[in-house]
């Protein structure tokens, strides 16, 4: 019977990455170069991914891309558990879920009794936020470069309890770690409870400096939760290291693990909180709790650990380093490109940018009649470019990613797109 270590397809060398793949880097450094540039990775075959090849696929941040070896092991998976649901969900799953927790867990930097899985960052923030006691006038601070679906959250929560969100406002283009940090500083006043902030900001591509503001907040007596949904794949990862009292990630985007593959991870002291799906095991132990949810599709966790294999396989021998350097590299230069074509810059300086960038678009080539979203959907029915168009700030901003798949040429159409009139 297939299990969680299915991986047909896979680069040759897949087994000898485990190692590699296992051993969480510091948070904090940032990856250089490992091998020739002029080298294609393992991984870098677009047919080795699932992508429609008739589109530049720009968006990765937004919700992954898998491998074909990844969906045909996921697909192995669902098979199995169809043909014994019962023996899967009632006899083998803790095993199963455990033996996954340990393999996601190594890669980043998570003791396995410190996590759970849920479906989505989204679902781990809302875990956190709708477990958390707030009394009327205590505040939750964030910044406005939250996720939207994080800011809801907040805004619900605070009508629910009469607790006050509290908005840092952080300066695009940033300068540095130091602008961030003054600005939630300003915001962490006597009331506050809980600092909300991400790892890699979603509508900016700005990685902010999360263990100094998770350390930022401790100093001020305020727990702090941290949205990584972008981070882990794309940041080299200590979870644990960084100090916050929660970490949520997705495993669907950097990972390239199957739609549905995210985490919570707690710290020793933090609060205890609840999956979103109170069920059977309520009260029980982190990893009992966040392990059964009621009835659901498994296999996204599972599969997980494959897709981090398999991607430590397509760096070719620099394993995940080289994955990182490559895809930060080629993101470097899709700014570069974009930049140069419109006249502007990107969101924030190279050593606060990862796989992501975001670069202005001028006004005259934005204020063409065309919403952002309208522009977004435009570019992919008439031109095939898949890419975010997001008006943050009072200005418009294409967000491109960069994967193994891509190609500078891409980035040179949309450059040219754009400037020609959408």
């Known amino acids: 019977m297939s299990g969680p270590d299915s991986r047909p397809d ?3 060398g897949l087994a000898d990455a485990r190692e590699s793949a296992s051993v969480p880097a510091q948070a904090t450094s940032r990856p250089g170069p490992s091998e020739d540039p ?3 990775l393992p991984g870098s075959d677009p047919a080795a991914w699932m992508l429609d090849p008739r589109i ?13 070896a990844v969906v045909a092991a996921q697909q192995s998976l669902r098979v199995d558990f169809e043909a014994r649901p019962i023996e899967w969900l009632d006899r083998r799953r803790r095993d199963m879920v455990a033996e996954a927790q340990a393999r996601v867990g190594a890669f980043l930097g998570m003791p396995p009794d410190r996590f ?8 781990a923030v809302c875990s956190v936020l709708r477990s958390l006691e707030f009394e009327p006038g205590d505040e939750i601070v964030t910044t406005d470069h939250a996720y939207g679906a994080v800011m809801r959250t907040i805004e619900h929560v605070a009508r629910r309890t009469g607790a006050v969100p509290v908005i840092a406002t952080v300066p695009v283009p940033v300068g540095g770690p130091g602008d961030v940090l003054e600005a939630v500083a300003r915001c962490l006043g006597p009331r506050a409870r809980l ?5 890699v900001t979603s509508p900016t591509a700005i990685v902010l400096p999360a263990a100094e503001l998770a350390r930022l907040a401790h100093e001020r007596g305020v727990r702090c939760l941290v949205d990584g949904a972008h981070a882990p794949g794309m940041l080299p990862l200590d979870v644990a290291s960084i100090g916050a009292d929660w970490y949520a990630g997705n495993l669907h985007k950097w990972c390239c693990a199957p739609v549905g593959a995210a985490f919570l991870h707690a710290a020793p002291a933090a609060p205890r909180v609840h ?5 059977h095991f309520h009260e029980e132990s982190l990893v009992e709790e966040f392990g059964w949810q009621g009835t659901r599709d498994i296999t996204p966790w599972l599969t997980a650990a494959t897709a981090i294999e398999w991607m430590a396989s397509a760096g070719g021998p620099g394993g995940w380093t080289a994955v990182r350097a490559a895809n930060d590299a080629l993101a470097d230069e899709a700014a570069g490109i974009l930049a140069a074509a419109w006249g502007t810059g990107p969101t924030a300086p190279r050593a606060m940018r990862g796989s992501m960038a975001a670069v202005e678009i001028p006004e005259p080539l934005a204020a063409r009649g065309l919403e952002a979203e309208a522009m977004r959907d435009r570019l992919a029915a008439e031109h095939g470019i898949e890419v975010p168009i997001l008006d943050f700030a009072g200005r418009r901003w294409a967000r491109v990613s960069a994967q193994l798949y891509n190609r500078r040429e891409q980035y040179e159409r949309l450059a040219a797109v754009v400037t020609a009139g959408v």
Do not use: K, M
């Not at 530049?56 to 074909?68: E, I, K, T, V």
């Open 195 to 199: 600092l909300v902030v991400d790892h």
């Open 116 to 123: 759970g899985f849920v479906a989505n960052a989204s679902a």
């Open 38 to 40: 002029a080298v294609p």
């Open 56 to 68: 530049d696929f720009l968006n990765h941040g937004s919700f992954g891309a898998r491998p074909r």
């Open 10 to 12: 896979a680069p040759a």
């Open 275 to 279: 999956p979103p799906v109170i069920s």
